[in-house]
């Protein structure tokens, strides 16, 4: 399927609400700022992917044969199979972001949050939790 949407993978809609600024690498901090307020600026359509996608295009882990995040709780395909799941939106869909993230909410519960995100570094850093999520997901809708 040919589309012109940037592609988003569906852990992402985990990630984007919680951003703070920091990441793996200055030129991947800046590209997730910049992919983060165009989706909640121009609430742009997306196409929800299980794979590397415009974020994953700056990330100093990705390489060609995946990411080298893998194994830190399972892989990231892992994670972005369970957030579709979990959403229930077809892979490869186009979905209006912020559509995309209130079906997510509307499902995501403390429990699959943990599991999804309790072995990322960000979470042992304290820097995002189901409440955080659940936080920045709400203000983003309300706006």
Not at 101 to 126: T, Y
């Amino acid at each position: 399927m040919l589309t012109r949407e940037p592609k988003l993978r569906f852990h992402h809609l985990l990630c984007l609400p919680l951003f703070q600024g920091k990441g793996y690498s200055d030129g991947f901090s800046v590209n997730m700022q910049s992919v983060k307020d165009r989706l909640e600026a121009e609430d742009t359509a997306v196409q929800l992917i299980c794979g590397g996608d415009m974020i994953c295009e700056h990330c100093p882990n990705r390489t060609e044969d995946g990411c080298l995040l893998d194994g830190c709780g399972g892989t990231v395909a892992q994670k972005d199979s369970e957030v579709c799941r979990l959403a229930e939106i077809d892979r490869q869909s186009v979905e209006n972001y912020r559509n995309a993230l209130l079906r997510l909410r509307n499902k995501m519960d403390k429990k699959a949050f943990d599991i999804l995100c309790s072995e990322c570094r960000w979470a042992k850093l304290g820097l995002c939790s189901f409440e955080k999520w659940r936080e920045g997901v709400d203000e983003l809708l309300s706006s």
